[in-house]
């Protein structure tokens, strides 16, 4: 017994100290999990902050913030196959872009059509070294090959025989499929997100959308605090907020609303006069 008796308590002390450590650690992590929601609603709330002051000063500013807020994205996508490799991010998928609650508010209750009010598209033109343009770009080699190739700058006359890759100046064709969102300008790529890619790090480039969505009625349904979405009508949390910045866009597309300065403010003028002149005709 007596030669049992160490063993025993060396159990218990060892027990003791794991219970301790396991506490401590989860005490910590519970810790950082506060501090980040703090921080995550600090943001918020200045990028908030931001958003009203440029709005008191000059709204047309607020599509500026928007792309501001949305560059460290477009750029994470931009590099992310070269740095990590094939696949490397999940697609950008535009109906999951702010969350949940916008996705299960995003189509007729047949779930046949989408909700936003479809706007003439050829009035639209996206400049690839400006506006908010999110491509996915997946596979090492075409990625290789469009950065290599395709840009007026790619090329120098009689220069050395690598030249004979090159593309010519960024130019959309019927493999580039995009798709804008307003009020906040946003262009979710569907097809040719390789050489989208290529086109804004070569800056150059414009592309007419091929299907553009007023996509306000989602600030009459939801609103959000920077913690989490609700539905407007009834006031009940909807789901929480994942992203801040995305957060801090849908509510900045808000005060675009309420400031009558969407991004693409003319050409959406334009593109109302249009639709409301064919719904008017007869038949």
């Known amino acids: 017994m007596t030669n049992e008796l160490p063993s025993i308590n060396n159990f218990k002390r060892r027990s003791s100290l794991l219970g301790w450590w396991n506490r401590y650690h989860q005490e910590r992590a519970e810790t950082r999990a506060k501090k980040f929601k703090l921080r995550s609603q600090a943001r918020f709330d200045s990028l908030m902050k ?38 490397a991010l999940p697609t950008i998928d535009a109906y999951a872009f702010f969350g949940d609650s916008v996705r299960s508010r995003m189509f007729t209750a047949d779930g046949m059509d989408l909700r ?28 290789i090959s ?83 979405y609700f539905d407007t009508r009834t006031g009940k949390k909807t789901a929480a907020v994942t992203d801040v910045r995305k957060a801090a866009v849908f509510e900045i597309g808000r005060i675009m609303r309420e400031m009558n300065f969407p991004a693409f403010k003319s050409e959406t003028e334009k593109a109302c006069v249009h639709r409301n002149a064919r719904m008017s005709q007869p038949g």
């Open 50 to 87: 931001t958003a009203r002051l440029i709005a008191d000063t000059n709204p047309r500013g607020l599509v500026d913030l928007v792309r501001a807020i949305l560059r460290p994205l477009q750029s994470e996508y931009l590099l992310g196959v070269a740095e990590r490799g094939q696949d």
């Open 116 to 143: 936003g009010v479809h706007l003439d598209n050829m009035t639209f033109s996206l400049q690839l070294s400006r506006d908010t343009v999110l491509p996915w770009a997946w596979n090492v080699g075409r990625y």
């Open 146 to 228: 469009a950065l290599a190739t395709i840009g007026s700058s790619k090329t120098i006359k009689d220069g050395p025989k690598w030249n004979n890759a090159h593309q010519g100046a960024w130019r959309q064709d019927i493999n580039h499929r995009v798709e804008l969102w307003l009020p906040w300008g946003i262009g979710f790529v569907h097809g040719g997100n390789h050489s989208i890619t290529a086109g804004i790090l070569a800056g150059e480039g414009e592309i007419t959308p091929d299907y553009v969505y007023d996509m306000t009625y989602l600030l009459d349904d939801l609103h959000c605090d920077g913690k989490h």
